[in-house]
DNA sequence: TATTAGTTTAACAATATTGTTAAACATTTG
DNA sequence: CAAATGTTTAACAATATTGTTAAACTAATA
């Protein structure tokens, strides 16, 4: 399917997540957009009203997006490591193939956190965490793992998954690692960030 | 010392760092930045020519700051776990008091890498990385410590210390915490962080 | 095929944002 | 104190960006 067979609407969403996840809503331009679709900017305001519009549905679905490889996996009846090395194996191949969501959703969130906290309402992710709470909690009850803060262990998945990614420009150049150098490391990272979470709680 | 003691370029400074840190390049308004110094555009311009060139003032000192924590330490005496939980504590101890340092330092690298590299070079964080891949090799071949990859144990400080930071209001939300509930978090946080980047490598 | 509804465009309008200038004001110093 | 230098302001100009409109075009269908 080339681009042509797709409809308008399609091209402009396509094009509007590319250019708003990459440049945050601030830094894109209609034009960009426009540009990006092979349309003209009275095209986007015929479609999506205004940029605030269309970036509400952009934002939407990259939160959803987001969210997505973290819920199923709780519920599942694997033991506790099991449900640990899926969630973080799960996330960063979602983030091999979605490298600049997190930064779009950190950024925004950050610069306007009422417009994050009205789309989390749409997203599973409270019910989540409680899910997450509990069987850290339950666990620690049975004396299967060393007792924790849930919240830090949350923290220590989040941060050693997610960060590489946020970070990644100034990362490869620091280490002066190209972009398949990265890929590959990502990969190793699986395992070595899964053992890491696991020691934590390891009696 | 009072704001009106401050001379009018240390006020645009000021006033520029605090809300070019906040709101990124795009996002800020040369006249927010007046209105936060309490003069007018006009001064803006005649102190620091364009938007872009006080921009590159305020993203210098800002990169300056964010590195200057790491430097020191790894040139000390002391052995590699003190160095590693050293570096850590004072890590964490800056971002408490910079808490809009890394998003600003990776959104604007994300979306301008050129510019990133140019600073970097007057920052002496080349030479940081080179020592900290000799001490750990060293320390590897010694067999002081488990041969790992230097920078899979770099990315680990650095995931560890400035993700919560940078996914701050969105792990807020998440969890529920308020502003001082984070803080008590990262403080406790210092020694958990610590102890996971030293099971790393211990052998 | 003539009508309709939907799509697309080019030209235009409105607004937001940055940048400039000339004149008023203040401060220093010969 | 007066000339010179530096500072500040208000008004203006230029540009960038978003948003609107009317008319041309297209495809479906009565």
């Not at 034009?31 to 990006?36: G, L, N, S, Y």
């Amino acid at each position: 399917m080339t681009e042509i067979d797709k409809n308008t609407e399609q091209k402009i969403l396509d094009a509007a997540r590319k250019v708003f996840t990459r440049q945050g809503f601030a830094a894109a331009r209609m034009d960009d957009i426009a540009q990006e679709a092979g349309i003209n900017r009275a095209l986007l305001h015929y479609y999506f009203r205004s940029k605030q519009k269309l970036f509400d549905v952009i934002f939407a679905e990259n939160m959803g997006n987001f969210y997505s490889s973290f819920v199923s996996i709780l519920g599942s009846d694997a033991d506790l490591e099991t449900k640990i090395r899926s969630l973080v194996h799960a996330e960063i191949d979602m983030l091999l193939k979605n490298q600049d969501l997190p930064l779009f959703i950190i950024s925004e969130a950050s610069r306007n956190p009422e417009m994050m906290i009205a789309q989390m309402a749409h997203v599973p992710v409270r019910q989540f965490m409680i899910q997450f709470v509990q069987l850290i909690n339950s666990e620690a009850a049975k004396g299967n793992i060393k007792a924790i803060n849930p919240i830090h262990l949350l923290m220590h998945i989040m941060s050693l998954c997610i960060f590489p990614f946020v970070g990644r420009p100034v990362f490869m150049h620091v280490t002066g690692t190209d972009m398949s150098g990265f890929e590959n490391l990502m990969e190793e990272r699986k395992n070595i960030i899964a053992d890491s979470v696991i020691q934590l709680i390891k009696k």
